[in-house]
């Protein structure tokens, strides 16, 4: 494993493509060059988490916050960021909200992506490390690449190399009665089908967390997140009864109260007042202790 890993010290640890040594970014891809080089430093293969779903869903928030929370050594974790550019995401994230504001979306150039690399470790359950690799996608990119197989190619071979994925659906909106997040939870959860499935007949044994966010709008789904997704993310809710056999539903929320406000095009904005981060780490918990 050790001198496989060095000899593909050039190669992009995503989709393998041989790059200059003095490459940042994958020439093919984007990814940033430095996860192989952390995983070569290692001498271990990383796992990769995919934190996937529909655009402004709250995937940046989110991770944001589990990483966040990780390295405050909450739930009894310890995580420790492998180079500077993990830190990224969690600060811009918390700088963000600590001025009470949102962060913006995420572009759809990969190379604007943030990616996190963390060795995080679980103290009550032994001390198998984990190395993660777990980078913030544009909804934009995964929705054409879902649409059109191939079009976003380090999408394809992200999910592909995906040892478990959180998928979050917009609670909130599924509350109110909208089939968006049930149609795009469906599709991207047949999509991950297509690209796992051995046998047509056999289950996919990937896990799969599925986070209903912004629960604070709806919170009858902390009480029961199965009950609400059978109820209002029904067609999504089916596929994976019927396809998968490690799926769980989980709630999650980060901000306590919100207050309204308005932008410079006098466009409705909401101004998170304060945090109270709730389910975060529990969809992460449950998926590590399936990997
Ligand atoms: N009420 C509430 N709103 C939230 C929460 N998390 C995110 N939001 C809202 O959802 C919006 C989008 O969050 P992002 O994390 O940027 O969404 P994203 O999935 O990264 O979107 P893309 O980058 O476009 O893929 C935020 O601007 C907030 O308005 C939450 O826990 N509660
Ligand atoms: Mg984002
Ligand atoms: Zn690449």
Redesign the pocket.
Known sequence: MTTVLAERINHCLICEAKNHPEAVLCSDCSAPMALIQEAVQQEREPCIISVI????????????FLLDMLSKRAGNFSAIPKGAYSVNLQQA?INYLSRRM??????SEVDQWNWAYYQVVRHQRGTRWFDLVMP???????AAEVDTPHSFQVIHNLLAKSEGCIL?I?A?MASTGSPQPDFFGLKLMSYVDDMFAVKREDKIDVPVAVVL?????CPESFDNPHKFAQTNLNRLWNVCEARFRNVEFFA????GS?GYGSDEDNNV??I?LHCA?RGILEPFRWLLSRL
């Open positions: 779903g529909d655009s402004n869903v709250g995937k940046t928030v989110y991770l944001g994230v949102f962060p913006p979306k995420t572009p913030d996608m544009a909804g934009e990119a995964l979050l917009d909130a966010c912004k629960a604070d709008y999650a929320s980060v901000v919100l904005i909401t998170p981060p």
